[in-house]
């Protein structure tokens, strides 16, 4: 017997037993692939919300630009669901204190915090939507159970609005404290997203780099206006020849870790082929969405007739 086959044949029972998700992550992802309709809702209205945005270059696109968070270098969907999140607890914690005490002030700032989460809500629901039509698969699928469920929160505590402006306020916080609960499920859903599926996150954030040139290739080789991959000491980047410039960026895309180098250039901008995020061959920026984050970038320099390349700290 091998040294080989001895390891891997060990009968050792805990490596024989398949890992086990905790039983709520579990029953997100049995609610998740199992009703059937999310996919038939979520195609058009993906559908449409792409065409309603065009394509890079568009004005329209400029939106989904601003609302993916390029101006601020971060997905602006984290940001304003604590708006809503924030505003609802205290909604509840309020409306818990005035069925103790029916004092006025205390429903008029639950009223208040209940009107500031609706305005949350919505420039929460844009920024999600925007992050999501460019999401696939599970994390599409996710993304539309989350959607939804927020989006029946949103209709349940402007029901409970409308009620408390009525003097059901019994009736209002029963809405409220409802919508409430169904909230912590959709955030899990919405971190879920984040933290297990790494939507939102930036896919080259761990990809270092040697502090020193490292050859690739002879420069003979490298094609003009053809992108093509090399390895950095095992971080992946991709080159690209125009006229007698060099550039270098990494081809893991920052959005969703597509490969830059199947993708295509134009007017010095690099298209990822999943999503279309533009980055700038120059200095690895944005371009436009739905990256957020830039590109990691590299010097280029030409030794004895290679090619080198040194990971670029960005400011
Ligand atoms: S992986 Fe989505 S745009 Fe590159």
């Not at 409220?176 to 859903?189: E, N, R």
């Not at 896919?203 to 050859?215: P, Y």
Request: net charge neutral.
């Amino acid at each position: 017997m091998t040294t080989s086959e001895t390891t891997t044949s060990t009968p050792t029972s805990w490596m024989e037993t398949p890992p086990q998700n905790p039983p709520l992550k579990r029953i997100a992802a049995e609610v998740v692939t199992t009703i059937p309709w999310l996919d038939t809702l979520a195609r058009p209205l993906r559908h449409w919300l792409t065409n309603l945005y065009g394509q890079p270059g568009k004005s329209s696109y400029r939106i989904k630009d601003f609302l993916n968070g390029v101006w601020f270098g971060h997905p602006l969907h984290p940001v304003f669901v604590t708006i809503p999140l924030g505003a609802w607890t205290a909604t509840l914690m309020l409306d818990m204190a005035w069925l103790k005490d029916m004092d006025e002030t205390t429903a008029r700032n639950a009223d208040l915090t209940l009107w500031l989460g609706l305005a949350g809500a919505g420039l929460s629901a844009m920024t999600g939507a925007t992050n999501w039509i460019d999401t696939d698969g599970m994390e599409q699928r996710t993304g539309m159970l989350h959607g939804l469920l927020n989006a029946g929160i949103t209709v349940s505590n402007l029901t409970s609005a409308f009620l408390r402006m009525t003097g059901q306020r019994r009736a209002a916080i029963t809405l409220a404290t409802l919508g409430y609960a169904v909230s912590l499920y959709s955030a899990y859903l919405g971190g879920e997203l984040s933290y297990s599926n790494a939507i939102g996150v930036n896919h080259v954030a761990w990809q270092g780099g040697s502090d020193d040139f490292v050859a690739v290739m002879n420069e003979q080789d490298l094609k003009p206006g053809k992108l093509t991959r090399v390895d950095v000491n095992g971080i992946p980047a991709v080159l690209y020849k125009e006229g007698r410039a060099i550039y270098a960026i990494a081809a893991t895309c920052s959005h969703l870790g597509g490969p830059l180098d199947e993708g295509q250039v134009t007017d010095g901008v690099v298209y990822c082929p999943w999503h279309n995020s533009g980055f700038r061959l120059c200095d690895g920026s944005v371009a436009n969405s739905p990256a957020v984050y830039p590109q990691p970038t590299f010097a280029v320099r030409t030794r004895n007739s290679r090619i080198e390349l040194r990971r670029l700290e960005h400011a």
